[in-house]
């Protein structure tokens, strides 16, 4: 027989509490690889048979009673839920099945085997992390602890392991390869690691410059291209100044805006190259995509309500490209931009992993060395211009996160979206005499959402919530108001992380739609057109729907609460009733009032929640990526600790640093993805002509 029971169905059987955190391992890091062996199907055989034979030994001295069957569960990973298929007969585990095929290739992605063979043995779920993959062996424990309650009827309480939060080794050695294991040798003048939002304006740009260019991309196809992208002056904004004047940025007054959201740990001069630069790169990248036929661009203009300021300013940098009504379906950005690479002689090579750059005997970065992800055979890559890392952040390194972003891991709630970069690059880097940021900050925005029996962390698998940052009512989990809701997206998280559990919850009425218009949003979540006419990213209505109609809404599924009256939306959102009202009527009286003599909220942010139906859910952090890493100086080249430059390396985007720091500061709309481009493009022009 073969049963399947959900994690939710799993956990409403068990008590709270009863699945101890696995401990902690210390990363092998990206190049810790299998060479490849013509004997590793008879090895993993070996090993399976070895397993087996403890297991005998293990069960008979555990003296376990089980129902026969075959029994599935899942638990939430680093990227995506991962699945367990154990076997039973009356006294032992017979078989273990680990499909972890959905988390980070070259980590969590390859312990499968080894937790199989070590969960049969030990006849326990009670097993040993596998090094450098501590969050994926902790979903396989979970689900494998699930398996084994499933079939002996009796819950299964993993012990509870330290968490080596702050002092895992998530750097390790750089890897060896044996030059014989290097089977295939490439050669270009600029190589560009990694196809993402850096990675194509840097290969666009190098070919454009008439330059020999490779791109090497893990994925199986390359990431799509973000489309918020951050500017000052250019000629879209230009163009809008006569109309509205407030759009115009002070260049100093930014500077010194994004050096105080760093709290000083930024570099001065590299700010200064996006400020001074980004106009070019908008304007470049513009006349390329608008000549396709495909795309416009246009330019977000937005400050917020002048006569009611926030107490952070905001500044008008988005532009977005969007589809033109004679773009096929089938083109994307992403062919687009590879057609302009190809085009001019450039080359794309998928599923080719980075484990090392190569360096000569003067410390230059010659080229790198890479695994097919395929077959599994190993790759020289010779740059003889140079190397333009563009590799991203570490946001699905578990172990780099625990160790560097403990907080984040607290509050960010799990959803497929999300940057898949696993830190491979920044490992490179500083194993070349890199040197890292000091503080390390990621971009977050509050647009997860989990159930009324749940809370926010890196373990609990949730729902987008588009909505999230809207300005509405929030309390904490006693049901009281805690901060001024109106602000940076981070902001509103970090006073978050004080209440407990880390999760708050969203509390609006039926004239939600009225106000979500009147709160004058800016940057990607705004729901409404802009002042100058530019389209927002998403649009109320669909959001609306997408919360509230279909079986998979947040409506449907549990997640987003209705009621007729405040008592009962707070005994639907598992929150004290009579703190929860209380905190209600106090809102609505500073409403009345037009003052938030409480927390200082803008006026046309202050909207009453007293009209049914009422809506509450719990939300969390969605973590999009990392923004600190390796450092770099004004040309993109990456730096040692003397400040000296590493020959023949260059970088952009989120596995650079020196530009973040603390949190990011989502009021200059596109600032991250701007600087990426800026910057890929910066660094592909030095390249090119070296």
């Known amino acids: 027989m073969s049963k399947e029971l959900s994690r939710r169905d799993f956990i409403k059987g068990m008590a709270a509490g009863a699945v101890g955190v696995a401990s902690m391992g210390v990363l092998a890091g990206c190049g810790d690889y299998v060479l490849q062996d013509s004997n590793a199907a008879a090895k993993a055989a070996a090993a399976k048979d070895a397993a087996l034979q403890a ?126 294991d290097i089977t295939e040798e490439l050669s270009t003048e600029v190589l560009v690691v990694g196809c993402g939002t850096g990675g194509w304006i840097a290969a666009m740009t190098a070919a454009e410059e008439g330059a020999k260019v490779l791109v090497v991309e893990k994925a199986a196809e390359p990431s799509k291209v973000k489309e918020d992208i951050g500017a000052i002056d250019s000629k879209l904004q230009q163009a809008s100044f006569a109309a509205f004047p407030e759009f115009k940025i002070d260049k100093t007054e930014a500077l010194q805006e994004i050096v105080r959201y760093a709290s000083g740990y930024a570099d001065y001069n590299l700010i200064k190259v996006w400020i001074d630069n980004s106009a070019e790169l908008v304007d470049w990248l513009t006349e390329k995509l608008e000549s396709t036929g495909h795309w416009v661009m246009e330019f977000e203009g937005g400050v917020g309500n002048l006569d009611h300021p926030e107490h952070t300013k905001a500044f008008a940098t988005g532009h977005s490209p969007h ?73 699905s390194n578990g172990d780099m996160m ?45 647009r997860c959402s989990c159930l009324p029996t749940e809370t926010a962390g890196y373990q609990t698998n949730g729902k987008w919530f588009w909505f999230g940052e809207q300005p509405f009512l929030k309390v904490n989990l006693n049901g009281e108001r805690f901060c001024n809701e109106s602000g940076p997206y981070e902001f509103m998280l970090h006073s978050m992380y004080m209440q407990p559990n880390h999760t708050y919850v969203d509390v609006f009425d039926a004239n939600v739609k009225k106000y979500a218009e009147q709160f004058e949003e800016v940057g990607c979540c705004r729901l409404f057109p802009f002042p100058n006419g530019a389209r927002s990213n998403r649009d109320f209505d669909t959001c609306w729907r997408d919360m509230t109609e279909g079986e998979n809404s947040h409506l449907a599924l549990g997640y987003l609460q209705k009621a007729d009256t405040l008592e009962e939306l707070a005994e639907k959102l598992n929150i004290p009733a009579d703190e929860f009202v209380a905190t209600v009527e106090r809102y609505n009286e500073l409403c009345a009032k037009g003052v938030d003599e409480d927390y200082g909220k803008p006026a046309h942010r202050l909207t009453p929640v007293d009209t049914a139906p009422f809506y509450g859910i719990r939300t969390g952090a969605w973590h999009l990526t990392t923004l600190d890493g390796c450092r770099i100086n004004t040309d993109m080249q990456v730096i040692r600790e003397d400040g000296s430059v590493i020959e023949g390396l260059w970088a952009t985007g989120d596995c650079t640093g020196g530009f973040f720091a603390n949190n990011y500061p989502n009021l200059f709309t596109g600032l991250a993805c701007g600087r990426t481009m800026t910057f890929g493009h910066r660094a592909a022009k030095n390249v090119a002509h070296r």
């Open 323 to 395: 589809a033109t009504p004679d773009k096929p379906d089938e083109v994307t950005l992403n062919t687009d931009m590879q057609e302009f690479v190809e085009s001019r002689g450039g080359t794309i090579r998928c599923n080719t992993s980075l484990v090392k750059l190569e360096l000569n005997a003067d410390g230059k970065v010659t080229g790198i060395i890479a695994q097919d992800t395929n077959d599994g055979h190993y790759v020289r890559v010779n740059a003889s211009k140079g190397v333009i890392m563009a590799t991203g952040g570490y946001a």
């Open 55 to 180: 297991a005998a030994a293990a069960a008979a001295e555990k003296g376990a009673a089980y129902t026969p069957g075959t029994y599935t569960a899942s638990a939430q990973g680093i990227a995506s839920e991962v699945k367990v298929t154990m076997t039973f007969d009356e006294t032992s585990i017979t078989d273990v099945v680990i499909d972890v095929s959905g988390e980070t290739a070259d980590i969590g992605a390859k312990i499968g085997p080894e937790m199989e063979n070590a969960i049969l043995a030990g006849q326990t779920a009670d097993v040993d992390a596998v090094s450098g993959a501590s969050v994926t062996s902790d979903a396989v424990r979970k689900a494998a602890a699930d398996c084994i309650s499933q079939a002996s009827g009796k819950e299964v309480v993993l012990s509870a392991k330290e968490e080596k939060i702050g002092g895992s080794d998530w750097l390790g050695e750089a890897p060896e390869v044996a030059e014989g």
């Open 402 to 446: 625990l160790a560097l972003q403990p907080q984040t891991m607290k509050m960010k709630i799990n959803v497929p979206m999300g940057s898949k970069s696993d830190g491979a690059g920044i490992k490179a880097m500083l194993w070349a005499g890199g040197i890292m940021d000091p503080c390390h900050a990621s971009m977050m925005f509050n």
